[in-house]
């Protein structure tokens, strides 16, 4: 059924787990995932940025979500628009049914970061949909900032406050070390979970929200690479520190990359394995099965959301 975060997040607060989500952008990527959250029996949020509404297309995404969630009524589903650029787009989401939308105010100063987040928050709240804000900056390897501004990119836990309580956002997405993409680390993968401590300790009821948080899972870079693929070097966020941040207050887990490798890996191994099939069945359909698998396996043995409908 499709449902808010509010009831989710509720529920996984008490039971110290997270929910995934995951970010959608054709059918086979709903299928793998819908599969996947019908087998763990996992609550879980579909989420989807406004580029991926530009490829698929909102008619089609809002179709593909009916089917999904005819197809499995126990589980319950959030849409979610991932990274809500501005207003607009935030009421297009709102208006066309999606129960869920995130305002990424980030790259404003604080000031103008709550107004715009409030704004969205008004709208959203009278239309029975919630809201999700960022504060802090998700900062990559690539992003090249020195010691001194990466510290600066880390979400401070005082103003988390002062920018929930102004604001009205239903729940917070944080900087504490992660970043988008498949180069999150140069050495050894950390968060800030002194950071997330104080935050959950000044706004314990306020679910926490962790981006850039792809494993970038190594069997899946493997075979991506032995198959053709040139995407050295890659590095994620380990299970191991995932699980940490599961059972430590992080509420929800937001997986883009781990699902491009996945789907990358089903392709190229089908093609360079079997070079007289063309039939698009046989690869997108491995590709789906994969994406079923790395989702299976982020929600019963790293988020700990299975088995919680
Ligand atoms: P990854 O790039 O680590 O998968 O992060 C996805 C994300 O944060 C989507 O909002
Ligand atoms: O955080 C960003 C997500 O990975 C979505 O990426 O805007 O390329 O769809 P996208
Ligand atoms: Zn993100």
Redesign the pocket.
Known sequence: MLVTTEEMFKKSMQGKYAIGAF?I?NMEIIQGIMDAANKAKSPVILEV????IKYARIGYIMKMIEAAVEEYPDVPVALHL??GPDFETCKMCVDAGFTSVMFDGSKYDFEENVQKTKEVVEYAHSKGVVVEAELGKLAGIEDDVNVASNEAMYTDPEQAKEFVERTGCDSLAIAIGTS?GAYKFKGEAKLRFDILKQVKELIPNTPIVL??ASTVVPELLETCNKFGADIPGAKGVPDEILHEASVSGISKI?V??DLRLAMTAGIRKVFVEQPNAFDPRKYLGAARDLIEETVYHKMTNVFGSSNKI
């Open positions: 970010n952008n940025s406004s580029s991926a991932d990274h988008h981006h850039g937001n883009d990359t």
